[in-house]
Nanobody, 122 residues
Framework: QLQACGGGLVQAWGSLRLSCAASGRTFSTYGMGWLRQAPGKEREFVVASTWSGGSIYYADSVKGRFTISRDNAKNTMYLQMNSLKPEDTAVYYC?????????????????WGQGTQVTVSS
């Protein structure tokens, strides 16, 4: 089970830090990522990390502003979001890869958290 938290309402150019805690299963050997879904839009990839953190992938829209990190000892993943924009408004989901495939593809993820709302006001 994955539990995401840390969302909220923030003004443009502000920051938020999301956390994703895993329980019931260790995800230390899984690729993991953050994905988001804005109202009326499809769920999209944001950022992902291989299990070791050796490879990290960012969507172009968040490069230089968002940073993913993970603490495998704590079975926890984080997303630091800086310089937030109104277009970052979405429900953010943490997810773990369920099998082989690109970590930038939403279909790769087999385990999903419940999502946390991020709202950025202009």
């Amino acid at each position: 089970q994955l539990q995401a938290c840390g969302g909220g309402l923030v003004q443009a150019w502000g920051s938020l830090r999301l956390s994703c805690a895993a329980s019931g299963r260790t995800f230390s050997t899984y690729g993991m990522g953050w994905l988001r879904q804005a109202p009326g839009k499809e769920r999209e990839f944001v950022v992902a990390s291989t299990w070791s953190g050796g490879s990290i992938y960012y969507a172009d829209s968040v490069k230089g502003r968002f940073t993913i990190s993970r603490d495998n000892a704590k079975n926890t993943m984080y997303l630091q979001m800086n310089s937030l924009k109104p277009e970052d408004t979405a429900v953010y989901y943490c997810a773990a890869a369920g099998g082989r495939g690109s970590l930038t593809a939403t279909t790769t993820y087999g385990y999903w958290g419940q999502g946390t709302q991020v709202t950025v006001s202009s």
